[in-house]
Each structure stands twice: as C-alpha cells, then as structure tokens.
C-alpha cells in the first residue's frame, strides 16, 4: 500500500485531495504547520471528519525569516504564498524521508489563485522543495504533467481529478457526493493575507527587522500605534486584550494604565525619558473613563519601578491619526 503525507490545511481543498487518495486505497497521513500566522485547528477538525493521522510542527521561527525576505516576494499584502508552499513542502519532505512515506501531496487547484497557482507557480513550488519529483497535486493531477507517482503505479491517475479555475463548485459538489458536509468557506485562515494585519506586520519589520515571533505575536492584541521610529504603544481593546498583554509584557516595556478612571492597558516600547511616553499616556487616557477630564493620571510600571504621569488625554481623533491601520 502507497504511503503518502499530505499539507493539510482543514479547508475544502485538501480535505478532498486526501480523499481523494483514501478512496484509491492509499494510506494518508496529514501534517499541519503553526506560525504566528496560522494554526492547526482546521486541519485537526478535517482529519478527524475524514478519518486520518495529522502530524502538527510548530514552524514559528524558521516561517518569520522567510517571511522577512521571500525569494519570490509578496502577494497584494505581506503574503508570500509561493515561498511558504515550497517551505511547507521542503519540511514535509524531510518528515516524508524520515518517515518512510512514499510521496506527498497538496489540495492545490491550478488556477484557483491566479498569482500563486498557476502552472509556472506549482513547478517554481515543486522545484524549491528539493522533492520536485515526489510533489502530488490530486486536485488537478489530469491537467498536470504526469508524476513518476503516477507512471510507477504507486498512485492511479485514472482516479485523479482535473479541477481547474477559481469556482469552488466542482468541489462543493464532490464534497456532496462524498458525504463531506462539515468544512469551511474559501479563504481566510493566514493573517498575512489581511491588509490591516500587514500593515501593522510592515510597520514592525521596518523599525525591528531583528523582531521575533514573540514580537509578531503582539501584533494580534489590541490597537498598535507608531509615536516615532523608536516608540511604540499597544493598547487593550477589552479585557482579553488586557489579560493578553499582561501575560506577554517584556521587561523592557513599560505598562500604562489610568490611575483613577477604569480603562485599557497600554504596553509602551521606548525610551522613558522622551516625550513619547506622555504622547502614550495621553492615548491611554484618552481611551479610558477619564477622557473628558482635564488631566489625568496615569500610572507607569517598570521591572521594580513605578511613576505617574499627569497628562491632557489626547483628543480620539488625533490617537487614530497615530494607529496603524
């Protein structure tokens, strides 16, 4: 029986392309990556819908570097989709050889993303893996060049699919006629490909090109907001948020919260003796109970350190002219 390891995302697509290797008689075992900018939780769901082992690799820190310069460069936002395939493929590869698997496998459809899919984009994929020969496409096999997969008999392409194009109903209908019910709507999932996310995301490698994921994973909580090249504030939108940036202060961050009003939690990168940090006290006031006050208080937290600040709150709409959007 052919063995076969599968990039398994948990959306429509590569839920069917497993299938689609699982009705031939081919054993199927799925690997998910995590990064900052996308998890597993779809893909655990679509495995144990469709009844296959699901290896999860924490990817966090080789993914971000790539991330920071990708050969091929970027999509419309900070996504670069031809670079982390071929990267996905590359560490599966090394998990296929270590593992005894015979190839693997994608849910990728030719055309569906006219930047990143077509057939020059799959081949650029197969050929920055290292294992362009092993590299199954079940999807769109038939519109394919064939695979020494195929032309060994490890794999039928007879029972291979010739999906193409951007519409999802050739899918939707397989997944009706394959009593798949339960998965997720196109798109979504990788916060690379939202504008907002990018933003904040290019803003970051622009002032700390050394960032980490530890870094990155900042950017998901609350509102950013750039007050010079060196300074930066992060505040709470709601209490999770709070909780949130609680737990992943650094110790060279100073925290901010109003001293007599209820409000959010600020989280402040920069020098404390410039004018930067009353500019984000001033945003933290502004965005708490005491911001129609005329002064407030604002309380400064330190490793071992605290200090008050008394400040005007900045006028909201002069905040959002700082926050990074």
Request: proline share 5%; with cysteine; charged share 25%.
């Amino acid at each position: 029986m052919s063995k076969a390891l599968g990039l398994i995302s948990g959306g429509l697509d590569s839920s069917l392309a497993a299938m689609t290797l699982m009705r031939q008689g081919i054993e199927v075992t799925g690997i998910s990556f995590v990064t900052p900018f996308f998890n597993a939780d779809k893909a655990k769901r679509a495995a144990t819908a469709i009844g296959h082992p699901l290896i999860i690799e924490n990817i966090g820190d080789v993914h971000l570097q790539m991330v920071k310069t990708p050969e091929y460069g970027y999509g419309r936002n900070m996504n670069p989709c031809i670079d982390c395939h071929a990267m996905m493929f590359r560490l599966a590869g090394e998990r296929m050889i270590k593992d005894g698997f015979d190839f693997l496998f994608s849910g990728e459809v030719l055309g569906q993303r006219p930047m990143s899919q077509n057939s020059n984009a799959l081949r650029s994929v197969a050929n920055l893996s290292g294992f362009p020969e092993r590299v199954l496409r079940p999807l769109s096999a038939k519109l394919l060049p064939i695979t020494v997969m195929e032309e060994s008999g490890l794999v039928e392409r007879d029972q291979l699919l010739d999906i193409q194009g951007r519409s999802r109903k050739p899918q939707q209908a397989l997944a009706r006629e394959w009593g798949l019910h339960d998965y997720p709507g196109s798109g979504g999932g990788c916060l690379l490909t939202e504008e907002g996310f990018s933003n904040q995301l290019r803003d970051l490698f622009d002032h700390d090109p050394e960032a980490t994921v530890s870094d990155v994973e900042l950017l998901k909580v609350g509102r950013q907001f750039r007050l010079s090249g060196t300074a930066k504030l992060i505040l709470g939108r709601h209490r999770a948020d709070n909780e949130a940036l609680q737990q992943q202060v650094k110790p060279e961050q100073i925290k901010l919260r109003c001293q007599n009003f209820s409000g959010p939690l600020g989280l402040f990168s920069g020098n404390a003796e410039h004018e930067e940090l009353d500019t984000a006290a001033a945003i933290v006031a502004s965005y708490g109970k005491g911001k129609d006050e005329a002064e407030v208080d604002v309380l400064c937290i330190t490793t071992g350190n605290e200090f008050v600040r008394r400040v005007k709150p900045l006028p909201r709409e002069v905040s959002r002219e700082l926050q990074i959007r």
